[in-house]
């Protein structure tokens, strides 16, 4: 799995510290710095039942999750348009119980529990968007919800800025989005007990079309780890160290190492 050459990440570097190069790292300590959320169609339902759907609003908005080829250009992804009332969303944890109250249909992370993200510190995909968006009217924004009952609601982060390659998403290029956590936290919610994450509506203010967002390889990370460069000869690992970064850096030719995809066995 590949994702395009020129990559813009949000870093904050403290002037004290090196982002010297480090030695790669195992596909096991890997695995703890990034955690899979939606990496292919297989994720957009429950493990258990694939006719159960992982999304709010599926049928309302016909969400769709689409396979791809694997390169760069062409990955699985799924798609949301919201309309001007209701806005989509990934779901997470249990999405139905037994008599004895054993969840027994289950999104991410796939084993009836509900993420807890309290300690990751980045959220991560790539996108696109369509529609009459990046006008006053109209920004492709996110949300979280969860923490239990009633749901607490994180800010709303607009896709845009910082957050994204060359400071806007487009409908023809895959960008990549880097979203620090802590700016979806709130003074009393931590982001515990994640129910969704979703994609916002423009309301009914917005006479233009609606965003089309177009979501793959969405991860939850505890570091933002770039990979190795394309002659495979070093690596760097931005710790979570620089979690207060405030500017971005481009960096030319890297790649991300794969994954593991699907739901866990």
């Known amino acids: 799995m590949r994702f395009p050459t020129v990559v813009s990440i949000p870093l904050v570097l403290i002037a004290s510290q090196s982002t010297q190069a480090q030695p790669l790292p195992s596909a096991r300590s890997l695995a703890s710095l990034q955690q899979p959320i939606w990496e292919t169609v297989l994720d957009s339902n ?17 969400i769709i999750s689409t396979s791809g080829s694997g390169t760069v250009e062409d990955p699985d992804y799924f798609a949301i348009k919201p309309d001007p009332w209701v806005s989509g969303a990934l779901k997470f944890g249990c999405q139905a119980k037994d008599a004895y109250y054993r969840c027994i ?22 996108a696109k968007v369509s529609g009459n968006v990046y006008v006053p009217t109209c920004k492709p924004r996110i ?10 609601s994180s800010p709303l982060v607009t896709l845009e800025g910082s957050y994204v390659d060359f400071g806007q998403l487009v409908s023809d290029q895959w960008r990549h989005v880097v979203i620090p956590l802590a700016n979806l936290k709130t003074a009393t919610w931590s982001l515990t007990n994640i129910y969704g994450l979703y994609f916002d509506t423009c309301g009914t203010s917005h006479t233009g079309a609606q965003p089309t ?19 495979g000869t070093q690596s760097d690992l931005f710790h979570s160290s620089f979690k207060n ?19 866990p066995k």
């Not at 249909?105 to 790539?126: A, E, I, M, Q």
């Open 105 to 126: 249909k289950s999104c991410h992370p796939f084993d009836g529990t509900s993420p807890n993200w309290s300690s990751r510190l980045y959220l991560t995909f790539v």
């Open 46 to 62: 429950t493990k258990e039942d694939p006719l159960v759907t992982c999304f709010e609003q599926k049928d309302r908005l016909n």
């Open 213 to 231: 967002y177009k979501i793959a390889h969405l991860h939850a990370g505890s570091d933002l780890f770039l990979g190795e460069p394309r002659n």
């Open 245 to 263: 970064l405030t500017t971005s850096a481009s960096l030319l030719n890297w790649k991300l190492l794969p994954l593991s995809k699907g739901h």
């Open 143 to 152: 949300h979280l919800t969860g923490g239990g009952w009633p749901r607490s």
